[in-house]
């Protein structure tokens, strides 16, 4: 390998140029997709660790019964501003971050189709969270209303709603430009020999994404819009005073809402689909199966929409209809979960870091799929609606899904992108504490909801203590232990060890075999040739 | 090389004007969602909001599958009234709200007091005819010449065993001793 990377090296473009800029301005005004990849990642993690203050001041308050720490309107304000930056501030700029770093690198490109877009893509997200954030200090606060910004709650909502909703549209614009950018140059700029079929999967997963992005975040901007319009401009789309409908509200936000789930689920398949291989020491089990699989997904995902809904008053038969395409849904995600397992199957198995997330994702993401099957049965879901059954769901398959995913592919990638290796033990005890503390937040939350404990509700009666207690015992050890991430990387970046030209052995994608480590900050400005 | 290089710009940006046309496509999607829920909702009967004639309540306690007929019947026990109903019989659904009249004469000179007590053939009928009100309720006092029209009001419970096709109300009235000017 090191053949082709002094290749690489003795390139002419090769050494690090930042556009004769530095400082601060390299990166306002850089077109370099490792740099805007870096950008995205930091400030995902920003978001993150903002997210993750709110969720913590959500279970401080849960902590007991009774009102201690806050109001419950502003509780009500951090519950929604806790999803919004989780969803569009923290896992999908991540995602959108390795989508940067690796697409290109994994199809032997120079760079992304349009750098220029890229750039601006990214830096519409700072003033999009600047305007979330701003919603505090405005008259009424921020809105209130839940991440999914009902009507017709959202109609009555003060200034910060009006902020909220432009926030959403510059974010909508950053991810549709974005993925616009992914397609174009995932179909476009390909190395010669690099076909669609022998892509990593990472490729494929976000090429599919991207399509989602492109069908899904538009809808999302128009819901938005008719809010804006029936708060301010005399319509009455979701109005019931002047005939409009707040259910109408909840299919159209779900339309987009439920591809959403799969936007953020589906790049995390793919990391975890180049990080299982490289550890097992064995190519991908059934590769064709898992492009058809993630196509199947992403289309069922558009027709199952209103399985977040069955308590509105919908017929029967739009209860079965969505019931059975829902249940339909675990048939292309089992072939996922069975194809990893066959992967690791008779592998030469190693338990570095980035497997033991990659395995953590496959163990807890599963255990999200069937309490989303569970959920997705009629009779069931009208009992489970709205209580903590479906919070601990959806932030088994968030948090311990995608979250996972995305530390499983920073400690994969690390060496390729800085050059250096993380502390090995510090990222075992990283993912052990992860592990142990997000199931004592989130298990337990099953029970609460299983016993009738309603989600959004700053106070609750006494019977449901003790799990509350354990469950945010558990979320102050998962905030912490996410400071040790931050601490990992910084080291590793600082003072790391030098990374090997190829840290894993069992890695083969063209980042690992045609690059060298870290990978030069101009990669294949000549196209690499494949076999 | 560069001809290279710009049929590839060609080719992005041909694409970045197909994905952006999807993508304002699908902004108008979302708008266009609005005429077709409500078209939905017209064609599945679900919305009242959409259709408020819809929202007319559908009584589904009438049995409209079975007709029971009522014969009305009447008799004075030893009384100078004349008593008898208006219709001699009527077909009723089981479940539904019915309202039929008797008319009683006082054809004595004085003022007189009676109490009807009702009865039922098969009288196990009886037990399913439920009256919510009925002149049987209270003693009746009638003047002198005096003729009045009394209304029953009943259900049939759907609950009727389903051999009876008919019933048989009949009403007979008693004089109530030592009342209106003691007979």
């Known amino acids: 390998m090191s053949a082709v990377a002094d290749h690489v090296h003795g390139h002419g473009h090769a050494h690090d140029h930042h556009g004769g800029y530095r400082g601060v301005m390299r990166w306002i005004t850089t077109t370099n997709h490792k740099d805007i990849g870096t950008l995205y990642l930091w400030f995902s993690f920003v978001m993150f660790m903002v997210g993750g203050v709110m969720a913590l001041v959500i279970r401080a308050e849960l902590f007991s019964p009774g009102l201690q720490v806050v109001d419950p309107d502003f509780f009500n304000q951090m519950t929604t501003m806790h999803g919004l930056i989780m969803v569009f501030g923290a896992i999908m700029p991540a995602f959108v971050g390795f989508a940067n770093w690796q697409i290109p690198m994994m199809i032997g490109a120079p760079d992304m189709a349009f750098a220029r877009l890229n750039n601006w893509s990214f830096w519409l997200l700072p003033f999009a969270a600047l305007l979330l954030i701003l919603s505090f200090f405005v008259p009424g606060g921020a809105p209130g209303v839940g991440w999914t910004l009902y009507a017709p709650l959202t109609v009555q909502m003060g200034i910060g709603m009006d902020l909220t909703i432009f926030a959403i549209h510059i974010l909508g614009m950053s991810s549709i430009l974005g993925s616009i950018n992914i397609i174009t140059t995932i179909l476009n700029m390909r190395a010669p020999g690099m076909t669609l079929m022998k892509m990593p999967l990472f490729c494929w997963t976000w090429l599919i994404t991207a399509y989602l992005l492109v069908a899904a975040m538009p809808v999302l901007a128009g819901a938005v819009t008719m809010t804006l319009t029936d708060r301010h401009f005399g319509t009455t789309f979701f109005n019931a005073a002047g005939g409009g409908d707040p259910v109408l509200y909840q299919h159209i936000f779900w339309f987009f809402g439920h591809p959403e789930v799969y936007i953020i689920a589906l790049p995390a398949f793919g990391v975890i689909s180049q990080v299982i291989p490289a550890f097992s020491r064995k190519p991908l089990f059934g590769y064709a199966s898992m492009v058809y699989a993630t196509a199947a997904i992403a289309i069922l995902s558009f027709i199952v929409w209103a399985h977040h809904m069955y308590t509105v008053g919908m017929p029967v038969t739009g209860q079965l209809f969505f019931m059975y395409a829902t249940t339909l849904i675990a048939v292309p995600t089992g072939v996922k979960v069975f194809n990893w397992v066959a992967t690791m199957w008779r592998g030469s198995l190693t338990f570095e870091t980035p497997m033991l997330f990659a395995i953590g994702f496959l163990f807890l993401f599963t255990m999200g799929g069937f309490t989303g099957l569970v959920l997705s049965l009629v009779p069931i879901d009208i009992q489970l609606h709205d209580t903590y059954y479906v919070v601990a769901h959806f932030h088994y398959v968030m948090v311990a899904g995608a979250l996972f995913a995305a530390f499983a592919g920073v400690y994969f990638w690390l060496p390729k992108w800085t050059g250096r290796m993380y502390d090995e033990t510090l990222g075992k005890w990283h993912f052990w504490l992860s592990m142990i503390f997000f199931n004592i937040t989130f298990f337990v939350q099953h029970f609460l909801g299983l016993a009738g404990m309603p989600r959004r509700i700053p106070d609750y009666p006494l019977m449901f203590e003790t799990w509350n207690k354990i469950s945010s015992i558990g979320a102050f050890g998962f905030g912490l232990s996410q400071l040790l991430f931050l601490y990992i990387v910084l080291k590793a970046i600082r003072s790391g060890e030098k990374a090997p030209e190829k840290p894993w052995e069992g890695a083969d994608s063209l980042e690992w075999t045609h690059l060298p480590t870290p990978a030069p900050y101009h990669s294949f400005e000549t196209a690499p040739v494949l076999k | ?183």
């Open chain 2, 1 to 183: 090389m560069t001809a290279a290089n710009e049929a590839l710009a060609r080719d992005n940006r041909r694409l970045l004007v197909r994905l952006a046309v999807v993508a304002a496509a699908m902004f108008g999607f979302g708008f266009a969602l609005v005429p077709f829920y409500r078209a939905i909702c017209e064609a599945l009967g679900i919305n009242y909001f959409v259709k408020p004639e819809a929202a007319a309540p559908v009584n589904t306690q009438v049995d409209v599958s079975r007709t029971v007929t009522i014969e009305l019947d009447a008799n004075a026990h030893n009384l100078p009234w004349r008593f008898r109903p208006l219709v001699n019989h009527v077909s009723v659904h089981p479940g539904a709200l019915v309202t039929v009249e008797y008319e009683v004469a006082n054809v004595r000179d004085r003022p007189v007091t009676g109490q009807a007590v009702p009865s039922f053939a098969p009288r196990i009928a009886g037990q399913h005819f439920k009256k919510l009100d009925c002149f049987c309720f209270t003693q009746q006092t009638l003047a002198a010449g005096e003729t009045r029209r009394m209304p029953v009001t009943f259900v049939v419970d759907p609950q009727l065993p389903a051999d009876i096709r008919s019933i048989a109300l009949s009403y007979t009235f008693f004089e109530v001793a030592g009342k209106g000017g003691g007979g």
